[in-house]
């Protein structure tokens, strides 16, 4: 989601400054590109982590639920 955002603003940006700053356009592009990658390695921790206590929180319930045997 926050690499569509970012796309979105890039694309914006772009919109707004028209063929007069390619230059401009082209650096902050590079700049995006930049970011998402330095983020992209957090985003994947942290829906890992988040995966593996859905994982958690669900086996907890499980076993709270099924009646001692």
Sequence with gaps: MLS??????LLTLATHLGDADVAGVL???V???A?????LPF???CIRQ????LAAGSERRGR?????G
Excluded at 35 to 39: A, D, F, H, N, R
Excluded at 50 to 53: H, K
Aim: aromatic letters at 0%.
């Design 4 to 9: 569509a955002l970012i796309l979105h603003l």
């Design 27 to 29: 650096t902050v592009a």
């Design 31 to 33: 700049g995006m590109a």
């Design 35 to 39: 970011v998402l990658v330095v983020l």
């Design 43 to 45: 985003a994947l921790l």
């Design 50 to 53: 988040a995966q593996s206590a």
């Design 64 to 68: 709270v639920a099924s009646p001692p």
